[in-house]
């Protein structure tokens, strides 16, 4: 077995342990870090395909930024040790029920699908004044609308994290 192989073996037991551990948390606090561990693993993912931009973005934005700014939402209000309240069989059942659903929709939609083997291209990097461009233009090949569209959702994933970790008052 070839260390890529394990490497993605690995990354891939870290992904779905840490996704589990996510959604399964009672402790807020301990669900945003495990999500990070997640973004992490799939940033590595891109690494390994030699996506070296988009594994960089996946760091920044989603590890760096939208996680952070999660931790920042429940630290500011007050909801560390806040605790989920424990989820019922009827609801523990249909979420694995759909779960279970959308894992063999997605494994029958890849094995279905016949993958062209693709012809490897050239490793030339840009150059930086081309990247520069490519950042600041708006035009086709231009990257200004995706980092509004990334910057509205970092917004809303910082008021999404003070709705979920707002105190309640009784």
């Known amino acids: 077995m070839s260390t890529n192989v394990l490497l993605f073996y690995l990354f891939a037991a ?16 301990r ?4 999500l990070l561990f997640v973004l ?18 996946q760091l920044t934005l989603y590890a760096g930024g939208i996680v952070v700014l999660i931790i920042f939402s429940i630290l ?3 909801h560390i040790g806040q605790k989920f309240d424990k989820i019922g069989f009827k609801k523990a059942f249909f979420s694995a ?3 279970l659903f959308g894992a063999i929709m ?12 693709t012809v490897a291209s050239s490793t ?5 004044k081309e990247v520069g461009r490519s950042l600041m233009n708006y035009g086709e090949g231009g990257f200004v609308l995706p980092f509004e569209v990334i910057s509205i959702l970092l917004l ?15």
């Open 31 to 34: 669900a945003a870090t495990f």
């Open 106 to 117: 997605s494994i029958v939609a890849i094995l279905q699908f016949d993958f062209p083997p």
């Open 97 to 99: 029920l759909v779960a």
């Open 40 to 57: 992490i693993a799939t940033s590595a993912f891109y690494f390994m395909l030699r996506y070296t931009f988009l594994a960089a973005a």
């Open 156 to 170: 809303a994933a910082m008021f999404a994290a003070i709705v979920i970790a707002k105190k309640k008052k009784d």
């Open 76 to 78: 500011l209000t007050s």
């Open 124 to 128: 030339e990097e840009l150059p930086v």
């Open 14 to 29: 870290v992904i779905v342990v840490f996704s589990i551990l996510t959604v399964s948390s009672r402790k807020i606090l």
